[in-house]
């Protein structure tokens, strides 16, 4: 990895060796959209040039990531070269303008792998995460080794981003979802103080209850993070950006994808695997069990990322 000292115009980076970050450095990169913060590993760039980027959902950050990080160590099976970014908009990354699109941002997370050395990568991507990830693939098909989506953003949940109110009844939760984020977002500052509030007051848990299969049974620490982490304006505005990207370029990738989801995942249904089967007809397709839409912190198996692309799933 570069090394270059903190006052660099390419990007700065801060050792923070605790658990809280799993030993990993932090490091901003400017790019179009902003500066974008990620967590390295930071003897990283001597193994290989090829990175694991981790790309969170629209409700979290790369803290997302953290337990599936830690589990990889734990059996001894570690993701290597690991880039976890908050992607624009999220955690400690700049605002996202209204004007971005899935494009931009899928363009900022490869500016951010390349100005940290690597020529290709691996990608682990959650939800909105999954989204980006299937358009860098799309996008980058030079430097894109594999993509493992989970739960990601796909047809039916985007016919609701389209059209709301129409299609209100193929995914009802993420409809109310979107409404409730938009009436955040409108709210301003007070919005997030407001949910803030309902997670002081234990509310928070059981109006997220459908995103899991098994709520009682997280760590509080997951609720906490989503607490923390909620930010309906970057919300509002990927899913805009979403809703206009055409799904339908995915046709294009020919690295070796893996489809994952949650058997009781309430953004995510078999109507999709259909769909995902027919424009990707060489992906692998999982369901995991006991799992709502984080299926990567409820039931999935520490992966194992390597130099050439191979990886364990669900």
């Not at 996008?139 to 109110?165: C, D, K, N, W, Y």
Request: charged letters at 15%; aromatic letters at 6%.
């Amino acid at each position: 990895m570069n090394t270059t000292p903190a006052t660099s115009t390419q990007y700065n980076a801060e050792n923070r060796f605790d658990r809280a970050t799993a030993g990993m450095t932090r490091v901003v990169v400017p790019t179009d959209l902003g500066d974008v913060v990620a967590h390295v590993d930071p003897n990283a760039a001597a193994l290989s040039d090829s990175a694991t980027l981790l790309l969170h959902g629209a409700a979290g950050s790369w803290t997302t990531w953290l337990p599936l990080i830690r589990a990889s160590h734990a059996t001894g099976r570690p993701l290597t070269n690991v880039v976890a970014l908050d992607l624009p908009g999220w955690g400690e990354s700049g605002s996202i303008a209204a004007s971005a699109t899935v494009e931009d941002l899928a363009d900022a997370v490869a500016h951010v792998a390349r100005t940290l050395g690597y020529a290709k990568w691996s990608i682990f991507g959650h939800s909105l995460g999954g989204h980006l990830a299937l358009t860098i693939a799309a996008r980058h098909p030079e430097r894109t080794v594999s993509v493992t989506a989970i739960s990601a953003t796909g047809p039916g949940a985007l016919s609701v981003l389209r059209h709301p109110i129409r299609h209100f009844g193929v995914l009802p939760l993420l409809g109310g979802m979107l409404g409730a984020m938009r009436f955040l977002s409108a709210l301003g500052p007070a919005g997030t103080v407001l949910v803030r509030t309902l997670h002081r007051l234990r509310l928070l848990g059981p109006l997220g209850s459908p995103l899991f299969a098994h709520r009682g049974t997280l760590d509080s620490s997951v609720i906490d993070s989503l607490a923390s982490e909620v930010r309906p304006t970057a919300f509002v505005r990927a899913a805009v950006a979403a809703a206009r990207y055409d799904e339908t370029q995915w046709a294009s990738i020919q690295c070796p994808v893996t489809l994952v989801r949650g058997d009781r995942d309430v953004f995510v249904s078999s109507a999709d695997d259909d769909w995902f089967a027919s424009v990707l007809p060489h992906a692998s397709q999982q369901v995991a069990s006991n799992a709502g839409h984080f299926a990567h912190i409820e039931s999935f198996e520490a992966p194992h990322s390597t130099t050439d692309g191979t990886h364990l799933a669900a």
